[in-house]
């Protein structure tokens, strides 16, 4: 039995070290970096920003924090109460597919029917 064993051990440490590492070269861009600000610039530009606060990447970020509404709570609801078939049909199952594909949609360039092709 112990013969057994060493062969099937033997074997898996040949298929295991059968593969080839295959690493590789690092990608290198040869084309030179050429600035378009100053040092001087750069360092402006981080200090506005560290004197701001404000910090997009912080896990305390919190984008409403200053956000302050031009509409009142009615006319929000109001204006909710008069899209409320549209929403539902884009927060249905299928995401709204099927009601932007029902719908007949006007490009910008002209008049192509684009829910026909």
């Not at 530009?45 to 997009?56: D, I, M, R, W």
């Not at 924090?65 to 009142?72: D, G, I």
């Amino acid at each position: 039995m112990n013969r057994y064993t060493a062969a099937t051990l033997l074997a898996c440490i040949a298929a295991v070290s059968a593969g080839q590492a295959m690493a590789e070269t690092p990608t290198i861009d040869p084309t030179p970096f050429v600035s378009t600000k100053s040092r001087a610039d750069v360092k402006n530009e981080l200090a506005e920003f560290k004197k701001s606060g404000v910090n997009p990447w912080a896990s305390s970020y919190d984008p409403i924090k200053y956000f302050s509404s031009t509409k009142s709570r009615e006319q929000v609801t109001a204006e909710f109460m008069g899209n409320r078939d549209q929403v539902a049909a884009s927060t249905a199952e299928d995401s709204g597919s099927s009601h932007m594909a029902q719908r007949r949609v006007q490009p910008a360039g002209g008049s192509m029917d684009v829910a026909s092709r």
